[in-house]
């Protein structure tokens, strides 16, 4: 998965193509790469595809209703997107229901509240944003982090309108870590996605293929090291 994160496909395409010769290309496992594959590139159709192509009694989280909501979000087809969430949260539109929770983290609860609002349920979507950012808000700033990613509470915060708050937040995430498992999924993020062509997320994303580039050097490096692909 390492390869997917960086972007490099090429890598991706010679694993798929073994792991096929091995296993064939509806085995499971071929299905799910071909599903995180679509994903880091955006190819949500081809990505909802062949989550739909695993079989019935597929345990793997990336089968549930919550899975499938989430991609059509990611797709921008939020009436399909509120279909499959009521299958897995059928409580999410009562808001008294919310006290008890919604069954989900606060990242989850903002991509709830979004696919709401994009599914014409507006007042409720905002009610539930506004809530999710009150309870971020009351936690303290030392500990919000062991509540939510950083990127999670960006996206709840640029859904809000707090566009440098969100940014902010995504900045703090970079100094230090690894781009690996994260950098190809939250840019695709509808909401994050309406921030391109502004010049502090733009200049992020630059720092963030800056990032990629020295990684995928040094994957380079360790697969020149061992011969092999780590």
């Known amino acids: 998965m390492q390869y997917l994160a960086l972007g490099d496909f090429e890598a991706v395409a010679e694993i798929r193509a073994d792991m096929i010769s091995h296993l064939g290309e509806d085995n499971p496992q071929v299905v799910l790469l071909d599903h995180e594959l679509f994903q880091a590139q955006a190819n949500w159709p081809l990505a909802i595809e062949r989550m739909n192509q695993l079989p019935p009694n597929a345990t793997n989280w990336h089968s549930t209703p919550w899975r499938t909501s989430f991609l059509y979000w990611s797709a921008e087809q939020y009436d399909?997107?509120?279909?499959?969430l009521l299958e897995w949260q059928p409580n999410v539109l009562?808001?008294?229901a919310w006290e008890?929770?919604?069954g989900g983290t606060l990242g989850y609860n903002c991509i709830y509240a979004s696919i709401l609002i994009g599914a014409g349920e507006g007042v409720l979507g905002r009610q539930l944003?506004?809530?999710v950012i009150d309870n971020i808000e009351?936690?303290?700033e030392a500990d919000r982090v062991d509540m939510a990613s950083p990127r999670s509470m960006a996206l709840c915060y640029v859904m809000a309108g707090d566009h440098d708050q969100g940014i902010e937040l995504l900045e703090?995430?970079?100094p230090g870590h690894s781009l690996l498992?994260?950098?190809y999924y939250w840019r695709h993020w509808p909401p994050f996605k309406r921030l391109e062509g502004t010049p502090r997320y733009d200049a992020l994303l630059s720092r963030m293929e800056a990032i990629l580039a020295d990684e995928r050097a040094l994957l380079a490096r360790l697969e020149a090291a061992s011969g092999t692909k780590p």
């Open 172 to 174: 703090s995430n970079l």
């Open 138 to 140: 009351q936690i303290p």
């Open 80 to 84: 399909k997107a509120l279909e499959s």
């Open 100 to 102: 008890h929770g919604t």
């Open 94 to 96: 009562d808001p008294e």
């Open 129 to 131: 944003l506004q809530k």
């Open 181 to 183: 498992w994260t950098s």
